[in-house]
């Protein structure tokens, strides 16, 4: 019999605790080493914490703010400001200090509880306009104390003194499922982010939804690699709370950079992604095979010629024919398991991709090899999940069907509207923008466009923000035509452009390493990239490549120049959302010469 009452994820957790005690609940990396903590260690300090806020006067439903990359210390701070019936309130890690400002000073949090000294740092040189913050609580010991700052070591050496240690159980057994539970800024492209509101119920709801689609395919034995930024729903929901509520272990990577490394070191069951990771490991992959001798070279070739005719079996969970099964099996002793095992994926049950649309040939290049990859929808609005692919029905380019209770239907428009109880109640002082985002039935509006098909399949075919419209009045999708573009093994990046021009274009960043090597290899000396970018031969190979992935796309929408660009976007120099999409409102900004170029006066359809 559960002792709490499950009202919120933090009953949840404790209820977690009493089950599996001394079993690890996390790992981290300590001295090279990733080390375990207990469900009951981690129980500790969430108490301590907790208790150290209630000592600080943190009432139920004051704001608190956590400013940190993933580590254990942000599980910690999440569980004691959910279990008194604080709100937590997530700043992306890599948020500079104004955007760090914006969210402290518009949530009215009264503490915030950041990483290292250069977080604290961000948060010092605004601390001032956040008008409400009062208490700093850092997660790293600095080199020197530092006035109204506290570690997180004595704080929970605090809130362990605190007088009154039942208070934590009192706060949360008060808890109500519509209470707001966090309050997630979204990384906007434009004007300042908004702020969404989470209920209890929401969080909680969007994992039991998960688990009665996927419950039968868990274990408590799973070990999942959290790496996604944890301010992100879609980590903290699927990649945080689902495993919580499995009892299953999380490790946490290093960084971004050490993923390949701490993927083989965990070798984890299951695993959260955005898109990226996998375009990056499928190009690795495919730069490492045109290196490779003829004969290993060919090989491959045969292996992903089986891989591609096994899908449809591997995809709806079919036994493979005679004679296909036993190539299949040749090939997975010879390839499939061997690369699995290189990347650290040979104990993967599923790893699942959202966050954005996962192209066709990378999902079929992962399936193929049955690293099984469940591409999945939906937005900070919606906790986020909304739709996944199942095992046994699974559609490449597809994001699969709704969860349980959950309705999606196309307006007469083509956008998506979503109503479920993942759905957020609103925006945080933001009533227009709440008003403006539900129809009058109550559908919540994604801003996404798609289509449903005959399985009750959801595919997304673009973002209406992002919705070209030609100067000939034609509206296209870049979406669909930068995924294309991307499969190109010397295509890193691609932004097509063409709103209100006669016709499109497109900023491109090159796959350097592969196009230095096709440069060398035909004998085209070049002295840094900007001369490489610059010679003839290298911008007749990215155009037929780009020729060659758009010819199935109809005349208005094909590229008609484009721009070599000598330095990949990112989330630092600003062009990329935490979540890695293009902010392409500032592409359009930055590289407003550029673009002009591609349309001088006079020339036209």
Known sequence: MSKYKETSMAAIFQNQVQKFGDRACVMYKKA???????????????????????????????????????????????QAILGIGAVNVPIYATNSAEEAQYVLD???????????????????KIKSKAKKLKTLIIFDEPDKKKAGVITLADAMAKGAAYKDQKAFDKRMGAINLKDVASIIYTS???????????????????????????????????IFLSFLPLSHSLERTAGYYMPVIMGATVAFAEDVSTMQQNLTEIRPTIMVSVPRLYEKIHA??????????????????????TAAKALPYICEDRPKPGFLNFKYNLFDKLIYSKLKVALGMDRMKFAVSGGGPLSVGDAEFFLGMGVVVLEGFGLTETTPVT????????KAGSVGRPLPDTIVKISDEGEILIKGPQVMPGYYKNPQATKEVFTKDGFFRTGDIGMIDEKGRLHITGRIKDIIVTAGGKNISPQNIENSVKNSKFIEQIAVIGDKRKYLSALVIPAFDEVEKWAKKNGYAFSDRRDLLAK??????????????????????????????????????????PTLKVKRRVLEKKYANEIDTMYPSGVGD
């Open 32 to 78: 090279g080493v990733y080390t375990p903590i207990s469900w009951t260690e981690m129980n500790t300090m969430i108490r301590r914490l907790g208790a150290f806020l209630l000592s600080i006067g943190i009432k139920k439903g004051d704001k608190v703010a956590v400013f940190s990359p993933n580590r254990y210390e942000w599980w910690v701070a999440d």
């Open 106 to 124: 518009h949530s009215e949090s009264k503490a915030c509880l950041v990483a290292t000294e250069d977080h604290l740092a961000r948060v010092m």
């Open 188 to 222: 906007g492209t434009t004007g300042n982010p908004k702020g969404v509101m989470l209920t209890h119920s929401n969080f909680v709801s969007n994992v039991k939804q998960i688990m009665t689609d996927f419950g039968r395919y868990l274990q408590d034995s799973d």
């Open 284 to 305: 690795g992959i495919l730069a490492k095979v045109a290196e490779a001798p003829g004969l290993k070279k060919k090989l491959f070739g045969a292996a992903l010629s």
């Open 387 to 394: 739709n996944v692919n199942h095992l046994g029905e699974i």
């Open 536 to 577: 003839e031969e290298v911008n007749r190979l990215i155009a037929e490549e780009i020729d060659a992935h758009t010819k199935h796309f109809s005349r208005v929408e094909q590229i008609r120049k484009f721009t070599l660009l000598d330095a990949e976007w990112t989330q630092a120099t600003g062009e990329l959302t």
